[in-house]
């Protein structure tokens, strides 16, 4: 049975992904800060850990091992935070809770992970998830760009680390996904419309199109796949759309 580890694991994108991976017949490990917000079915192991902290997410690869008797054959870093305000605005407090919540906690899961599975008979796949503000200039997204600018360049650092091993590094880059966290972005008629006219398909992401793709990216169907960032944004980043004039 395939295993997966999967963190932030109350938040819509990582509970989606906890679905469509149940599915289709993997145990998994769900880890949390609290763990009384996570939907976990019979079978799942629920972890309460800080994974922001190397202690936390030491803590919780070790449990996730002993549990399954071996390192997770997968594990999917969905913790995060976002944090959208001016940099003139942004707090010291805030600035270092994105940072910790987003980077710090993406570099200590792949500290705990990496050098377990390289020790493996088999290999890993480790899968984060970047921003569309880590690809082209958003407004008013200084630090959680940033933040998730230092994701990217850990997924190529690791995977050129961590390839002869075998362990598949990669990461998705959202644009907005329609989740619990960004449901008061779009809680009205008019601030829905102004963020899916952003995007050249016409719509904002919904947390199954990161799930859909994500599991692709950790199953043995994307065993060649390593060290990319895939935007996942609605052509957001690539696509300038044609504009007539009125």
């Given at each position: ?34 763990a ?47 944090l ?19 980077l ?37 997204h ?24 075998g362990?598949r ?29 952003q ?48």
């Amino acid at each position: 049975m395939r295993t997966c580890l999967i963190t932030g694991a109350s938040g819509g994108v990582a509970t989606a992904l906890a679905e469509l991976l149940r599915a289709r017949g993997w145990r998994l490990a769900l880890v949390s800060r609290d763990a009384s917000r996570v939907a976990a079915e019979e079978g799942d192991l629920v972890i309460q850990a800080d994974v922001g902290t190397e202690e936390g997410a030491e803590a919780a690869l070790a449990e996730a091992s002993d549990a399954f008797g071996a390192p997770p054959a997968a594990v999917a870093h969905c913790a995060g935070a976002v944090l959208v305000a001016p940099i003139g605005r942004t707090t010291e407090a805030q600035y270092r809770q994105c940072m910790a919540a987003n980077l710090d906690s993406a570099f200590f899961v792949a500290k705990a992970y990496a050098p377990r599975v390289q020790k493996s008979e088999h290999p890993g796949s480790l899968l984060f998830f970047s921003s569309v503000a880590a690809g082209i200039g958003v407004a008013n997204h200084a630090a959680i760009a940033m933040a998730k600018g230092g994701v990217e360049g850990l997924v190529r650092a690791l995977a050129a680390d961590f390839s002869a091993a075998g362990l598949r590094v990669n990461a998705i880059a959202p644009g907005l996904m329609h989740t619990p966290a960004t449901a008061r972005m779009l809680s009205t008629e008019a601030s829905a419309r102004a963020i899916t006219a952003q995007y050249p398909l016409g719509r904002h992401g919904e947390a199954n199109d990161a799930a859909s793709l994500g599991a692709f990216l950790l199953s043995e169907e994307a065993g060649w796949v390593t060290g990319q960032v895939i935007a996942l944004d609605g052509g957001f980043q690539a696509v300038r759309p044609l504009v007539r004039a009125g």
